[in-house]
Each structure stands twice: as structure tokens, then as C-alpha cells.
């Protein structure tokens, strides 16, 4: 059965700071890894997706990596601002396209002013 | 907007009522699926649809009835709910098949849920 951690559960740090975000999977037969924000109360917003034959995608401020092997990805935020405090999702999809997407608990961040 | 939209955004019920949350996607996807999210625990995957046609059921309740009129659309009928059952209910949609090569999955804003 897939598990994914997220590690630790909150996150804070001062604004302009570089960070990353941690991700791990017990199973690394997967399909492809995404990235989600979500605000409070809010749904879930993609950021990222990284298929598993590749190694890492970018979004402007935002890099995702993906090491299949070792069952890790970490998403890094560049020069952080308040306006990314949220929690960061990480959830992998299963070998086969059709299969479900497992979550971690998330990161909540806050960037402070 | 992510494309895919949940009514209504919040929804008191008592535990005797009846109710059903909608979903609609218009990003011509196939699948979709319903997710619970409870407070410090991750998404809970409770059904699937591919082509209108469900494919999975995450032990759910029966008091948890979903339906898939058409690709586009999506209810959860809800009735005789417990107060343990008030969550976000997250509704998404994906491309389900392998012949496409994003399968990325678009989650809607959600219904917040609360059952007294």
C-alpha cells in the first residue's frame, strides 16, 4: 500500500527566504507525482506535475523534483512572499494512468512579512 | 478557476435530512472522483468514475450515494449523515486513460460540509 509523508507538518519562515518542501513515497512503481496548493477552505490548486520518467518541472518561482528510486520529490519556492502561505500537497499516482491519487498530510507554510 | 465546479460551497444538514452536492467539469475529462478531506488527515479517496461508469469504492457508507449522469457531471447524495461525516468534500477531474499523457487532476473549491 502507497504511503506518503510529509515532513514537517508546518513550516514558518521570514519572506525572501529560499525553501524546500519535502516529499516521500513507499512505492516508487508510480505513474507520475503532483503538486497541489490549498488555501484554507479552499480546494486544491495543481502546481506541478512531473510524469515518472522525468526529473523535474518549473512554474515560475516553483521547481518540483522527482527521484523515483529513492521515493522522494521536493518542491522548491524561490524568494518566498507571503502570498504563498498555504498548505503544499504532495500526492502520487499509481502505475497505470487510471489509478487513484494517494495524499500526504501537507506542509502548512507561512511566510512572514 | 480551475475548471471544475462544486455547489453549493457550504451546506448545513441535520442528521434525518437528504441532500446532494454537485460537481460539473467542462475540460472534457473523463474521470472523476470524490475526496474527503477531515481536519489533520490526508485525502480520502471515496469514488471513481471513469466514462460514467464507477470504478471504485473506497468502503464507503452507504449513506454516501454517488451518481454519474454523464461525463460532465457528478452528485454525491447524501442522507442519514453523522456528525463524523462533517469534512470538505472535494470533487476533481482527470483525463483517466493512458493514451493521454497528462493525467494531471483538477479539484474544484469544494463543499464544506457540517452535519448537526
Known amino acids: 500500500k502507497q504511503e506518503v509523508t510529509q515532513i514537517p507538518a508546518a513550516l514558518s519562515v521570514p519572506e525572501g527566504e529560499n525553501l524546500v518542501l519535502n516529499c516521500s513515497f513507499t512505492?516508487?512503481?508510480?505513474?507520475?507525482l503532483q503538486w497541489f496548493r490549498q488555501d484554507p477552505g479552499k480546494g486544491l490548486t495543481s502546481l506541478l506535475l512531473?510524469?515518472?520518467?522525468?526529473r523535474e518541472q518549473t512554474s515560475g518561482r516553483l521547481n518540483a523534483s522527482l527521484d523515483k528510486s529513492s521515493g522522494r520529490s521536493t518542491l522548491y519556492i524561490a524568494a518566498s512572499q507571503p502570498g504563498d502561505s498555504a498548505t503544499y500537497l504532495c500526492?502520487?499516482?499509481?502505475?497505470?494512468?487510471?489509478?487513484?491519487?494517494?495524499f500526504g498530510k501537507g506542509i502548512t507554510l507561512s511566510v512572514r512579512p | 478557476e480551475t475548471g471544475v465546479t462544486q455547489t453549493p460551497r457550504h451546506l448545513v444538514m441535520g442528521m434525518t435530512n437528504k441532500k446532494s452536492l454537485k460537481c460539473e467539469q467542462h475540460?472534457?475529462?473523463?474521470?472523476m472522483y470524490w475526496y474527503k478531506q477531515s481536519a489533520k488527515k490526508p485525502l480520502e479517496l471515496m469514488f471513481v468514475?471513469?466514462?460514467?461508469?464507477?470504478?471504485e469504492n473506497n468502503s464507503v457508507p452507504s449513506r454516501f450515494s454517488p451518481e454519474c449522469p454523464n461525463s460532465s457531471h457528478l452528485f454525491l447524495h447524501l442522507h442519514t449523515l453523522q456528525p463524523e461525516d462533517s469534512a470538505l468534500y472535494l470533487c476533481?477531474?482527470?483525463?483517466?486513460?493512458?493514451?493521454?499523457?497528462?493525467?494531471?487532476?483538477?479539484f474544484g473549491q469544494g463543499t464544506r460540509l457540517t452535519v448537526v
Open positions: 468514475y471513469n466514462f460514467k461508469e464507477q470504478t
Open positions: 512505492d516508487s512503481a508510480i505513474y507520475n
Open positions: 475540460l472534457g475529462h473523463n474521470a
Open positions: 500526492a502520487v499516482k499509481a502505475s497505470g494512468a487510471n489509478s487513484k491519487l494517494t
Open positions: 476533481a477531474s482527470s483525463q483517466g486513460f493512458s493514451y493521454v499523457k497528462s493525467t494531471e487532476a483538477f
Open positions: 512531473i510524469q515518472s520518467s522525468q
